[in-house]
């Protein structure tokens, strides 16, 4: 069965390469940062943990500004010339080439704002990082457009590596909280000097920009969403690091990250597999909504029951992964666990609207988040870090809703089609949950690690039983998915 409902069989054995090149080497190099970023998070202290999400609120709001959404836009259009490709290439250098002067220039404000002058320091430092963006996003773009992932693929599993070998070099050498700004300075410009290699596509860069009307307005929504996403994704962090302290605060994010793993680091790269095959099948409605439906069912299916393992599992995850100074964090995790399928669910419609050419479906969208989150996160500081907790729970849940009202229409798709997509994954989810919970109970005392094990493998067992028993041919579908090996490679880019 094609991957894609409708799509020509070409497209679909492309897209089948792609998705197994970009989530499998996703895996393994996820794989090798985990395992570098327990390790760290055991040797650093929360107060570093807090420290660093400071600086990442000035770095995610300027990199809304970095142009990567004109460079998506290269993927987007159906046709391209080598004058369009130089044109976004200058875009991206001035862009970034400002940005890096404007949080230079702005590191000692922010340092004030927090309250903290360390964060001066560690923000002038990580300026350099916006110099490597051009250098990833063009090549980045010029190969998703040919939905070749591979290339793309070994490039970051080679970044990663690198990057967590140095986070595990400065941890053990003592660098405190300068330790989380060496590692992404090595991934990322190792990454920059990959891509221009595997791309093959190093042009020089025009700075004239007629005749680039269509690629800037179209990159110019691309980062208007993101900047509604800043507000989203950030407003915790920007209001609660005056009234938390750098310890709570590091507990908050660190617990964060922990359950965000699947949403922000798997997600993100089947949606630009999704992007590239959506934008080449703009022109055949009928086939999109076959493709969302399907693309959302087996991500869903996967998705769910990490979170709801994750919620039941808390105590021995955190105790297990990051060690018993981080104890604070476990009644929260289960709260931000439940809003992440949510958030998950909320970020796959994007890709198919864009492809699409309706940006501005992700552009209210954007909006309507920028209203409901930070709202949320104002009336849950008054009860710390569980109230931001539950802010995240209450408000991705609203947004989630408004952004399916928004974009199913557009899409083709109705709201009963997507419950119908994610309910036999939801089903099996739940009862799996409710199971794990029973025989936690029921187990004796054992030590963090066993009892973390002995739920895990409970839980996955009874998912797959329940899944076989329930929605048979869902995993059969899933599993033809996994058996379809890539036969050939996507054509090089340029």
């Avoid at 990580?126 to 939905?147: C, D, H, K, M």
């Avoid at 981080?326 to 890709?351: H, K, N, R, S, Y």
């Avoid at 939801?426 to 973390?452: E, I, Q, Y």
């Amino acid at each position: 069965m094609d991957p894609l409902s409708g799509a020509p069989a070409a497209l679909g054995e492309r897209v089948k390469g792609a998705v197994m090149w970009r989530s499998g080497s996703q895996v393994v190099a996820q794989l090798v940062t985990w395992g570098s970023t327990f390790l760290v998070i055991r040797l650093l202290d929360p107060s570093d943990y807090g420290l660093f999400a400071m600086t990442q609120v000035v770095l995610v709001l300027l990199n809304l500004m970095n142009g990567w959404g004109f460079a998506s836009a290269l993927v987007q259009r159906e046709r391209i010339d080598r004058e369009q490709i130089r044109q976004v290439f200058g875009l991206l250098i001035l862009l970034n080439t400002a940005l890096a002067a404007i949080q230079f220039a702005m590191a000692p404000i922010a340092a004030a704002y927090f309250r903290h002058p360390e964060v001066a320091d560690l923000l002038r430092v990580q300026a350099v990082l916006y110099f490597s963006t051009p250098l990833i996003a063009l090549p980045s773009a010029l190969l998703g457009r040919e939905i070749d992932f591979r290339r793309q693929a070994l490039v970051n599993l080679v970044s990663a590596m690198l990057g967590a070998g140095t986070a595990l070099a400065c941890a053990y050498a003592g660098w405190g909280v300068w330790t989380l700004v060496a590692a992404p300075l090595v991934l990322w410009w190792s990454r920059a000097i990959g891509m221009t290699i595997a791309a093959r596509t190093l042009v020089k860069p025009s700075f004239r920009f007629k005749g680039a009307g269509p690629l800037l307005r179209y990159g110019s929504a691309m980062v208007a969403v993101q900047f509604f996403w800043f507000f989203q994704s950030q407003a915790d962090v920007f209001i609660g690091a005056r009234v938390l302290g750098a310890h709570e605060l590091g507990v908050y994010t660190t617990a964060l990250f922990l359950t965000q793993i699947l949403a922000a680091k798997f997600v993100p790269p089947l949606n630009d597999v999704a992007f590239a095959a959506y934008s080449r099948m703009q022109d055949r409605r009928d086939a999109m909504g076959g493709a969302f439906l399907k693309s959302v069912r087996l991500i869903m299916l996967i998705a769910l029951p990490f979170y709801f393992g994750l919620a039941v599992t808390a105590e021995p995850l955190v105790l297990t992964a990051l060690g018993g100074k981080w104890a604070e964090a476990v009644p929260i995790v289960p709260i931000l666990a439940m809003a992440m399928p949510f958030m998950t669910l909320q970020i796959l419609f994007a890709p198919a609207t864009n492809a699409l050419g309706r940006p501005g479906v992700a552009l209210r969208a954007g909006a309507t988040g920028a209203v409901i989150l930070p709202g949320a996160f104002l009336i849950g500081l008054s009860w710390g870090i569980a109230g931001l907790s539950w802010a995240w729970l209450g408000g991705m849940a609203l947004l989630c809703a408004a952004t399916a009202a928004m974009s199913l229409p557009a899409i083709g798709v109705t709201g009963r089609a997507l419950a119908a997509s994610l309910a036999p994954g939801l089903l099996a989810s739940a009862a799996m949950a409710g199971l794990v919970a029973a025989l936690d109970a029921l187990l004796p005392p054992l030590g963090p690690p066993a009892r973390l094990l002995a739920l895990v493998a409970f839980g996955a067992g009874v998912y797959v039983a329940l899944l076989f028993a329930l929605a048979r041919p869902l995993v059969e579908e899933a599993l033809a998915l996994v058996r379809a090996a890539p036969r050939g490679e996507a054509a090089p880019a340029g």
